[in-house]
């Protein structure tokens, strides 16, 4: 499979963006999807991921309550809903998928990345 990230923008401070990851290949509902990110300076980091038929999902403390993960099997797409942005929210988000029994958080266990899209959220 391969992934192409898009939707990053610049946004102001609880302003919302829509990040989608649109995969190629016929084995997309086979993969455990992920979003994360990466600040300036700092490790990437798991945002949000979701399991193949989207009964569950698993999300970062810091975007509980404020990020949603979903996913289209047969658009091959996975989305991220981002509301209330904070500054903190500031980096590249990356989509990636993974041949997972289960959601995980590291982004060693992904195969598969997209190349990113850039969030800027100002103050």
């Known amino acids: 499979v391969q992934l192409q990230a898009s939707g990053g923008g610049l946004v102001q401070a609880g302003g919302s963006l829509r990040l989608s990851c649109a995969a190629s290949g016929r084995t997309f509902s086979s993969y455990i999807m992920g979003w994360f990110r990466q600040a300036p300076g700092k490790e990437r980091e798991f945002v949000a991921g979701i399991n193949r038929s989207s009964s569950g999902t698993s999300y970062a403390d810091s975007v509980k309550g404020r990020f949603t993960i979903s996913r289209d099997n047969a658009q091959n797409t996975v989305y991220l809903q981002m509301n209330s942005l904070k500054p903190e929210d500031t980096a590249v988000y990356y989509c990636?998928?993974?041949?997972?029994?289960?959601?995980?958080?590291?982004?060693?266990?992904?195969?598969?990345w997209g190349q990113g899209t850039l969030v800027t959220v100002s103050s």
């Open positions: 990636a998928a993974g041949q997972l029994s289960f959601i995980r958080s590291e982004p060693f266990r992904y195969d598969t």
